[in-house]
Nanobody
Framework: QVQLVESGGGLVQAGGSLRLSCAASGRTFSSYAMGWFRQAPGKEREFVAAISWSGGSTYYADSVKGRFTISRDNAKNTVYLQMNSLKPEDTAVYYC??????????????????WGQGTQVTVSS
């Protein structure tokens, strides 16, 4: 049983920064890739970023590359998403996720099995 809990969302002005956290429990954290997705009203859930089990490989959607940074602290069982230079287009509910299979990483939502409840990020003009 894996549980993921996101935190850190909120309201920020365009150009501002926000750091999201996702705390995991229920299994060995360090062996699994982690991903961040987001979903805006009326839109599909889309990939944002992913990180390998070791933290050595990261992946980003083109829309956030250069502005967002994904990282993990295995000692704290936590994955982070540092978001800088935020734009109104970044407004969405952000979800963290992890697959059942250890050692796998994906940029597709179908590649993930466990999801957090989401945290709202709103960027004003």
């Amino acid at each position: 049983q894996v549980q993921l809990v996101e935190s850190g969302g909120g309201l920020v002005q365009a150009g501002g920064s926000l750091r999201l956290s996702c705390a995991a429990s229920g299994r060995t954290f360090s062996s699994y890739a982690m991903g961040w997705f987001r979903q805006a009203p009326g839109k599909e859930r889309e990939f944002v970023a992913a990180i390998s089990w070791s933290g050595g490989s990261t992946y980003y959607a083109d829309s956030v590359k250069g502005r967002f940074t994904i990282s993990r602290d295995n000692a704290k069982n936590t994955v982070y998403l540092q978001m800088n230079s935020l734009k109104p287009e970044d407004t969405a509910v952000y979800y963290c996720a992890t697959p059942k299979r250890a050692g796998w990483v994906s940029i597709h939502k179908q590649g993930y099995d466990y999801w957090g409840q989401g945290t709202q990020v709103t960027v004003s003009s």
